[in-house]
């Protein structure tokens, strides 16, 4: 089925002149005659199918073939588009253009500047003011370490003794694959001793191999009073709760430590500690490495001011006579 051009519906002053057609002075009711053959378009299929009446500034006038051919080429064009209205006639009209889309502009980067969680910041001095008079601090510990490199788990127990300022010993239970051994941590002093190999191992820390010694002594986060030195030295704010949170209890909350830039990370890229509200003491330390490797003590059982003597913390006087003594280079 085909439909005829019986009369054209434009915009006077713009579509009659682009396609050499005179505007008729009549007014708006005035309708063209019937088309001749000639001047069928054909199929209405893709014409657009509208119900809506003509406007004021909108006639109709009869086309020639010639015309019909110039109007074809502007509808090609985009110029012009052909509508069929309720009445079943084909108009056209001037096409509407596309609006311009801007080119999307990538918006600009986001910076974001560390800073303290006032919050946390709190919490350390809470921590600090409430054990200003700890001397000394025992507990026993659940060490978890995951390997990156070694792609394993390795899960140890023990108890660790710690007297301020820089007095540590961890005593590791044995395991069904290794001995008990015991780390003691004298100022940059490291000393192990491994009984079934009789052998007590002295290494003299520096900065590159601090970061065993830096784990030891994370212990004490927030008991040692060094809040102001911990604040120039890292961004401290509060994680979000998490279920490992609740595993600890329902007083604990989450710190998270991270270096400031141009500060010895002591190879560590973040340490995370978890302190119980109520008491104020650590439950739990974690510390990441920049190997991906992390160490998580869980403490239990702590015990404020015991007595500990020199001797507790003197690797000499605690190992049997024979032990040999290695100080590797």
Known sequence: MTRRLTALAVPVALLAVAIGAQPPEASPEVTAPPATAEQTLGSAASAEQISEPLSPEITAMPLSAEQID???ELVNEGTVELVTLASGEIVARVAT??????EPVSPE??????????AAIDLLEQMAVAHENLETLEGTFRQHKHSVVFLEDIDS???FQCRRPDLFRYDYDATETTGDSTYWLVGDT???HIPELQQLEIYYLDSQEGAVGHSIRNVMIGLDGAVDEMRTSHWIRIAPPSDEDQALGESVTHLVLEPRDGVDSQGFTSIELWVDTVTLL???VKMIEESGDTTTL???S???NPPLDDATFDPLVNIPDGTEIIEPQ
């Open 298 to 300: 869980t403490l239990t």
């Open 157 to 159: 127990t023990g108890r």
């Open 109 to 118: 980067p986001i910076v974001v500047t560390p800073s303290h969680d006032p």
């Open 97 to 102: 253009p596309e609006p311009e889309v801007p």
């Open 70 to 72: 110039r109007l074809l």
């Open 190 to 192: 490291l000393s192990v």
């Open 302 to 304: 702590l015990t404020r």
């Open 282 to 284: 650590p439950v739990q």
